[in-house]
């Protein structure tokens, strides 16, 4: 299975970051008005925001060829929370779509959303 990749520093993020916990509740609705909720996944589900500014060219490339190989949304990876090092081997991008910045040379910015997948 894929790694998320790091930074040539080690690190997977930078400051500011945000991480957030986020539960898959479900409601059916029935025809009388009543309402009946579910849960979709066990537990609380991670979501990071990952935005790395001042990347060189080498870095930029690796984060393209991860969101490449990964083919965007639908490959699934090892991702390591920067706040307590603790790996979660079943996440996805939130996104199809990268955007990669090359504000001047070897400074180069992105954004991207992690989110633990349990089924």
């Not at 390591?80 to 001047?104: K, M, R, Y």
Request: negative net charge.
């Amino acid at each position: 299975m894929a790694t998320f990749p790091k930074l040539k520093t080690n690190a997977v993020a930078q400051y500011p970051a945000g991480r957030a916990l986020r539960y898959r509740n479900q409601v059916v609705r029935f025809l009388d008005g009543a309402d009946q909720r579910y849960r979709d996944a066990s537990g609380a589900l991670h979501h990071w925001i990952i935005r790395l500014d001042e990347l060189d060219e080498g870095e930029l490339a690796e984060i393209e060829g991860f969101f490449l190989s990964n083919q965007g949304q639908f490959g699934s990876f090892v991702f390591v929370d920067p706040w307590d090092g603790t790996s979660h081997a079943n996440c996805i991008l939130a996104s199809d779509q990268l955007d990669l910045t090359a504000v001047a040379e070897m400074r180069g910015q992105t954004s991207l959303t992690v989110v633990e997948n349990r089924t």
